[in-house]
């Protein structure tokens, strides 16, 4: 539930609820507004009269949140939430693009995707070096020297960096070197690495699993919020289906509908939401007009060769067009591509 104080509330008042709500075992998140304080109070409310909340000093009203999910939901926080990563401001009027191969395959190959996405326009930049394989034979990723090859773009680049954290056991070293954790599809119910990241200082782009409702999505942040980490970022990547020409069914309508409901950014990706380059570009336009906050991006050199997602990786002369497309495209909608241009 939401505890409004009043204008009038003083930091003593504030101090009692928090203290009465804490003895009857609900978490306190406080939000301390210029004209008022907001506390959210989770637990179980039976323990609680509202009544007996509104009655005390300093308070203004007591509104249950309906939504199984608390802190993501709107009804907690009704203005859109930014996520701040160095430079990089996602869940605001810009728009932001990160861009980069499936995996990290070798220095040559991610110091040189890691340039041309920057000359082409992306602000971020991806690539995976522990890779959750459908098959064990599949090219696992290149693991901890992976990390440092991003590391090294990062610094040469000023691209800040996402790359996949597959378990608690390898979140220390995806830690030393990322700026934002992936939390892949396959790992969206993982609950124990969700609470881990949670209790992290750094930002979480949350992939949609699968077959996971948008109700269990938001449940997912809400496991990494509950542990004290409010930098949730959402990813759409496309949900099975009967539909088998396209890898997966890319679910537009989920950025609309996570926009009603929850306060977290929302970002598209096109390459596994679609499995082929040829999509990747009208439903990157589509999720732009659609609201999402960013797109991720898979782009490779040379796709034919890519060790993994070749066939759904735009080269980096696509990967331009495109970006000059959307950067037509974001102000008719009131909103500006981020471009970070060498
Ligand atoms: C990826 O981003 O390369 C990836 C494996 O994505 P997902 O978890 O959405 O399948
Ligand atoms: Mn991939």
Known sequence: MIIVMSREATDEHIENVKRRLEKEGFSIHLSKGV????????????????????AM????????????????????KDEPTIIKIRNVE?????????????AVESREQLLETAHMVKEAGATLLRGGAFKPRTSPYSFQGLGEEGLKILAEAREETGLPIVTEVMDIESLPVVYEYTDVFQIGARNMQNFNLLRKVGETDKPVLLKRGPSATIEEWLLAAEYIMSSG???????????????????????????????????????????????????????????????????????????????????????PDNFRDLMNELIQIAPVLGRKMAVDRE
């Open 229 to 315: 980490n409010y930098q949730v970022i959402l990813c759409e990547r496309g949900i099975r289906t009967f539909e088998q020409f396209t890898r997966n069914t890319l679910d537009l309508s989920a950025v609309c509908a996570v926009k009603m409901l929850s306060h977290l950014p929302v970002i598209v990706d096109p390459s596994h939401g679609t499995g082929k380059w040829q999509l990747v570009s009208p439903m990157s336009r589509a999720a732009v007009a659609a609201g999402a906050d960013g797109l991720i991006i898979e782009v490779h050199p040379n796709p034919s060769e890519a060790l993994s997602d070749g066939p759904q990786s735009l080269t």
């Open 57 to 76: 000093p300093g308070v203004e009203k007591v509104v249950p949140i309906l939504q199984p999910y608390k802190l993501a939901s709107r009804e907690f």
């Open 90 to 102: 996602i869940g605001g009027d810009t728009i932001h693009v990160i861009a980069g191969p499936c």
């Open 35 to 54: 004209a008022r304080t907001v506390i959210g109070a989770i637990g179980d409310k039976t323990r609680i009269p509202l009544l007996a909340l509104e």
